[in-house]
T-cell receptor, first 110, second 114 residues
Framework: LAKTTQPISMDSYEGQEVNITCSHN???????ITWYQQFPSQGPRFIIQ???TKVTNEVASLFIPADRKSSTLSLPRVSLSDTAVYYC???????????FGAGTTVTVRA | DGGITQSPKYLFRKEGQNVTLSCEQN?????MYWYRQDPGQGLRLIYY???????QKGDIAEGYSVSREKKESFPLTVTSAQKNPTAFYLC?????????????FGSGTRLTVV
């Protein structure tokens, strides 16, 4: 599986946009990029998934450049409730193992 | 509502005891997983199962055992051979990979050795 690298932590203020970039240099052709959010003492929650270019849903946007060696999760106008750990993962078709790194702890301040 | 139910939410184990954590899903998902999370750490895969009556070891399977007799259920036993079992345990399921809706996680069981 492609190894991912993301910042350990990020601080922001309410109303700002938060962008978390994840590196996955050895991503394979059939791999997908997916992001999860986890609050303390809860299970991770699926945020968004993409293969290339841009994907947007009601929660976030995911930007993937043409070489796919990195991706950026964008959280628009964050609130205090967006304080959580965000995980970047690479999924491979027919590979059922989902591996989580340490993630990025995002702290939103008033 | 469909989802994953983990029980109990909190579990205390004495040294040398085996304990079993329950995980049930009604999402009709084929694949199920068990993860362990230590404070400030990411999730580490213990076991996973792609279909009934079949399962594979993950990255940290030593000291754990599982069974998959029913599609809906994937219980995890933490045996006495697991030397440091105190952790937060998470169960997940998916319809396959890459699933367009991702993996669904339960709310977790916090196991403490006393």
């Amino acid at each position: 599986l492609a190894k991912t690298t993301q910042p350990i932590s990020m601080d922001s203020y309410e109303g700002q946009e938060v962008n978390i970039t994840c590196s996955h240099n050895n991503i394979a052709t059939n791999d997908y990029i997916t992001w999860y959010q986890q609050f303390p003492s809860q299970g991770p929650r699926f945020i968004i998934q993409g293969y290339k270019t841009k994907v947007t849903n009601e929660v976030a946007s995911l930007f993937i450049p043409a070489d796919r060696k990195s991706s950026t999760l964008s959280l628009p106008r964050v609130s205090l409730s967006d304080t959580a750990v965000y995980y970047c993962l690479v999924l491979r078709s027919n590979d059922y193992k989902l591996s989580f790194g340490a993630g990025t702890t995002v702290t939103v301040r008033a | 509502d469909g989802g994953i139910t983990q029980s109990p939410k909190y579990l205390f184990r004495k040294e040398g005891q085996n304990v079993t954590l329950s995980c049930e899903q009604n999402l009709n998902h084929d694949a199920m997983y068990w993860y362990r999370q230590d404070p400030g750490q990411g999730l580490r895969l213990i076991y996973y199962s792609q279909i009934v009556n079949d399962f594979q070891k993950g990255d940290i399977a030593e000291g754990y055992s599982v069974s998959r007799e029913k599609k809906e259920s994937f219980p995890l036993t933490v045996t006495s051979a697991q030397k440091n079992p105190t952790a937060f345990y998470l169960c997940a399921s998916s319809s396959g990979t890459p699933s367009p809706y991702g993996y669904t996680f339960g709310s977790g069981t916090r196991l403490t050795v006393v």
